[in-house]
């Protein structure tokens, strides 16, 4: 059975699309790198799967979802 990994949508103001980055990282380490992003302490880069990295400029985040992604579904995804 494959690991499950984790979505992260960032909406970023401005911006016509969210950012969809699928990672390794788990739910409580994303949720302090954006948090700690948003008080003001240092961003750290977002790593994806393929190790990519993706970093936003934390005043401009609108909102972000964090929540599990399943690998290898096919079909329509909710």
């Known amino acids: 059975m494959k690991e499950m990994t984790v979505e992260v949508k960032i909406g970023v103001q401005n911006a016509a699309r969210e950012l969809v980055v699928e990672t390794d990282e788990s739910t409580d380490a994303i949720e302090k790198l954006v948090t700690d992003a948003?008080?003001?302490?240092a961003c750290s880069p977002l790593s994806d799967t393929k190790g990519r990295r993706t970093v936003v400029p934390a005043e401009k985040i609108a909102y972000v979802e964090?929540?599990?992604?399943?690998?290898?579904?096919?079909?329509?995804?909710?």
Do not use: K, L, P, T
Request: proline residues 0%; positive net charge; charged residues 10%.
């Open 66 to 78: 964090i929540g599990r992604s399943v690998v290898g579904q096919v079909g329509f995804r909710s």
């Open 38 to 41: 948003i008080s003001g302490a």
